[in-house]
């Protein structure tokens, strides 16, 4: 058997991977148009940071794993086709900053049609609305001659910092296909590759539409219950109880459970906010504008948080922060990854320039120019914002630290340290919840954690 993915990014290139290093008698080739990232995939430096990917790839790669950028040769070969192309939220037109921008999955659906001279297997991996399928279809209907294909829909359910072991280990396989005897094989076929290494009773078949919807579902419960928690610390802030032993009191009801409720600056990432704006879309447009306006909420409930933070900050340091030196910890959205999309840091970062702080940011994985790229756009730059080597330094002179991802690292700095070569009074805003705030005030600082 033959696989091809076409997209290397955050979800392609870990689960192809895995994959290859699961399954040694397929062939996986990873292609992408992107010459620069398929050559960082080959190597010894991977595009992407993910705990434990540097080993599969290193593993599986040249023996049944290769990462290219002739797609069209690639597609010719290969017995089943994922599709892991990146489905941004549309900025323009109808449905801008709300419905999905299906231009690249449209792409790839006319190249294979263009190429394709055998019947294909084709996945969608990325996430995608519901009814996206049909589209692949009507596509690959009219512009082939004679070719058959089946349209699977295999939604990925990854968690970035945690995705070789979600690979390895996952919760549930989903497989959506049509009700047919064609369709049916195709699924089975699909199970068949990851049934190399997940239990069979984890492999989950849906109908198409079951399947395509369930992941925009599954993130944005997920961020429901991120933003309901973050709506009740504001309530905890203002009545002196503690958001942590709240959520600690309600997780402990089996019917709630304790996952997802810790409150935080904000969720960020790739999916969350893209995935709820675009369900709000889909309700809007089949005429349910209350369901619509349910899901914006959360999304809302998520940009007042941020907003809250940062002016917490300004409120904090006596109603101004012009000219103070703030030094912020963590770009990336999470601990364990490079990823910045939709990261709180960023809003905070702007919000706190706009106050004309100095802003120091220091990441353990993040590139100093991806934080300018991020905070400031293409071509821009701001004396007030520069980037450190390191949390130490960025501290240094500081008059205020804010934790805004929760990396290890910031758990276990030696904070008696950092204290002594800040300006006084200091301060420190754990928007991540992850520090002892009763030890930071006893060493001198005035510390402040989200919902307490």
């Not at 990014?9 to 996986?28: E, L, R, S």
């Not at 990146?86 to 900025?91: A, C, I, L, M, Q």
């Not at 009801?253 to 906010?273: E, H, N, T, W, Y």
């Not at 960023?346 to 106050?355: G, H, Q």
Request: net charge neutral.
């Amino acid at each position: 058997m033959k696989i091809c993915c076409i997209g290397a990014g955050y979800v392609g290139g870990p689960t192809m991977a895995v994959i290859a290093f699961k399954a040694p008698d397929i062939q996986v080739t990873v292609v992408d148009m992107n010459a620069v990232r398929i050559a960082e995939w080959n190597s010894d430096t991977l595009p992407i940071y993910e705990p434990g990917l540097d080993e599969v790839v290193k593993q599986a790669r040249g023996r049944n794993l290769f990462f290219s950028t002739d797609v069209k040769g690639a597609i010719a070969a290969a017995d089943i086709i994922f599709v892991s192309v990146n489905t941004p939220t549309k900025t323009y037109g109808v449905g801008s900053g709300r419905a999905a921008d299906l231009r690249f999955i449209e792409s790839v659906a006319r190249t294979i049609a263009e190429v394709a001279t055998t019947p294909k297997i084709i996945v969608e991996k990325s996430t995608i609305p519901v009814k996206t399928a049909e589209t692949i279809q009507n596509i690959l209907a009219a512009n082939t001659l004679g070719v058959t294909f089946q349209v699977l829909s295999n939604p990925e359910f990854l968690a970035e910092g945690t995705a070789v072991q979600d690979l390895f280990n996952p919760d549930r396989v989903l497989i959506g296909g049509e009700r047919t005897p064609e369709g049916e094989q195709a699924v089975a076929t699909l199970a068949g590759v990851y049934a190399r290494w997940v239990p069979r009773e984890r492999i989950l078949t849906t109908n198409l539409w079951s399947s395509e919807l369930s992941k925009l579902v599954a993130n944005a419960f997920l961020a429901q219950r991120i933003s309901s928690i973050n709506a009740i610390s504001a309530l905890c802030e203002a009545t002196g109880a503690d958001v942590d032993e709240v959520a600690n009191a309600i997780g402990k009801d089996s019917r709630i459970g304790p996952k997802f409720l810790k409150a935080s600056v904000g969720f960020g990432g790739s999916c969350f906010q893209k995935d709820i704006l675009n369900l709000s879309y889909l309700c809007e447009s089949f005429g349910l504008p209350e369901v619509s306006a349910y899901w914006a909420g959360v999304v809302k409930m998520n940009d007042y948080q941020k907003q809250r933070f940062s002016a917490k900050i300004v409120r904090s340091l006596f109603n101004t922060v012009a000219d103070k030196r703030i030094a912020v910890l963590g770009f990336a959205f999470k601990k364990d990854t490079d990823d910045t999309r939709e990261s709180a840091a960023i809003n905070v970062v702007r919000d706190l320039l706009a106050e004309q702080a100095n802003v120091v940011v220091y990441d353990p994985k993040v590139t100093a120019e991806e934080i300018n790229l991020d905070v400031l756009g293409k071509g821009h730059a701001n004396p007030r914002l520069t980037v450190a080597t390191s949390a130490v330094e960025a501290s240094r002179g500081a008059h205020a630290i804010a934790i805004v991802t929760e990396w290890d690292e910031f758990k276990t700095l030696d904070y008696a340290k950092i204290f002594e070569g800040m300006h006084k009074p200091a301060f420190i805003f754990d928007g991540r919840n992850i520090l002892d705030l009763a030890k930071l005030r006893a060493i001198g600082f005035r510390a402040f954690g989200i919902g307490k």
